[in-house]
């Protein structure tokens, strides 16, 4: 069974940073991509942040963190990373890892997701 296990998260300031991380277990077949989502308070939609092909190393952000976040895979293995600089109190959300062996390109082709870890910026 697969399970995707985060780590990082926390309180910060604004323009302060954040590093989160996320690794797959319980499979042996590489994904086809990984990807950060994030949840904000008040029922908002779960959007998509930013994903990596982890075959070809693209990334795709999304505007509103383009610049700011980065998105890398550690090494060969199910593993990526999300360095976030420049942190604004809009950026306050339950961020969860997702993996999949379709597609990242919004929550519908996801196939795993992590519990999810809070991010929480204060101005």
């Known amino acids: 069974q697969v399970q995707l296990v985060e780590s990082g998260g926390g309180s910060v300031e604004a323009g302060g940073s954040l590093r989160l991380s996320c690794a797959a277990s319980?499979?042996?077949?590489?994904?086809?991509?990984m990807a950060w989502f994030r949840q904000a308070p008040g029922g908002k939609e779960r959007e998509r942040v930013t994903?990596?092909?982890?075959?070809?190393?693209?990334?795709l952000s999304a505007d509103s963190v383009w610049g700011r976040f980065t998105i890398s895979q550690e090494g060969t293995e199910n593993t990526v990373n999300l360095q976030m600089n420049n942190l604004k109190a809009e950026d306050t959300a339950m961020y969860y890892c997702a993996a999949s062996h379709q597609s990242c390109e919004d929550a519908t082709g996801i196939q795993y997701w992590g519990h999810g870890t809070q991010v929480t910026v204060s101005s």
């Open positions: 994903s990596i092909y982890l075959g070809s190393g693209a990334t």
């Open positions: 319980g499979t042996s077949r590489p994904m086809y991509c």
